[in-house]
């Protein structure tokens, strides 16, 4: 990479448990003393961001997924009226972050959610930061939609999973970070949570496609693909494929910030 950079900011995808893979990989960053100027995330990249901006290290905030209530599966899809309660991730974002306010962020963030009343996509960086990162995760079909003002939102990663352009800055590097790796598998679709979860894979990977471009450093590892969105009992597993992915591009990082 010719060009040199004042700083960088990252682009976090979603991927349910995958996510996970991020905080490993900032962990890896904050070793070695390289710090974001700004996050944005869909879905897990949004709770991962917005636990790191809030001043969470890595290892916090993995104890803050790995508590057992959302360990469970069921837990998460705790049944109203159909669909999932995201009550126990509420719990833990306002019992980790403390607040529920953008301007109380070290660093600036934005939070991919999907509009379901205008059948878009936006990005959030005001207003109550709980209900954002929450809205954010929340996967359609499988859970409540959360609303906010006039509208009800779902999952960022429906509509924008890896929100990159949105990064763009003079002098910035932007790094996107995919926990998701869509490859051939040998799955028999023969259940209905399979069948969502893969058909969901399919849809926001296409809106990954769009925003690569805008990334100066892309990262997707193969090792990700045997992980599955409500595989949080292999937390510790994922978070060390992050780690070990990010000492494969900090040479690369660090090149790309020194000052010429």
Not at 117 to 130: M, P, V, Y
Not at 188 to 196: E, G, N
Not at 226 to 241: M, P
């Amino acid at each position: 990479m010719a060009t040199s950079f004042n700083g960088f900011a990252l682009s976090l995808s979603g991927g349910g448990a995958r996510g996970i893979f991020h905080a490993g990989f900032l962990h890896a960053l904050d070793e070695a003393g390289l710090k974001p100027n700004a996050i944005a995330g869909a879905s897990m990249g949004a709770i991962v961001g917005a636990f790191y901006a809030a001043g969470l290290s890595p290892r916090e905030m993995l104890k803050a997924i790995k508590t057992p209530d959302l360990m469970s599966v069921h837990s998460w899809i705790g049944l109203k009226g159909g669909l999932g309660s995201m009550k126990v991730l509420r719990e833990q974002l306002n019992k980790f972050i403390g607040h529920s306010s953008f301007d109380k962020l070290n660093m600036p963030l934005l939070v991919s959610v999907s509009n379901m009343n205008a059948g878009k996509n936006e990005l959030l960086n005001s207003g109550d930061l709980i209900d954002a990162v929450v809205a954010s995760a929340s996967i359609p079909i499988v859970f409540m939609p959360v609303k906010i003002g006039d509208s009800y939102y779902l999952d960022g990663g429906l509509t924008l999973n890896l929100p990159a352009k949105c990064l763009e800055k003079k002098g910035q590097m932007i790094i996107g970070l995919d926990s998701n790796f869509l490859g051939e598998n040998e799955t028999k679709y023969t259940s209905l949570l399979p069948v969502v979860e893969r058909s969901l894979h399919m849809i926001v990977h296409n809106t990954v496609r769009d925003q690569m471009e805008n990334c100066h450093i892309y990262v997707s590892t193969k090792k990700m693909r045997d992980f599955s969105t409500f595989d949080f009992d292999k937390a510790n597993e994922i978070f060390e494929i992050g780690y070990e992915t990010a000492q494969e591009y900090i040479p690369e990082i660090k090149k790309a910030l020194k000052r010429k």
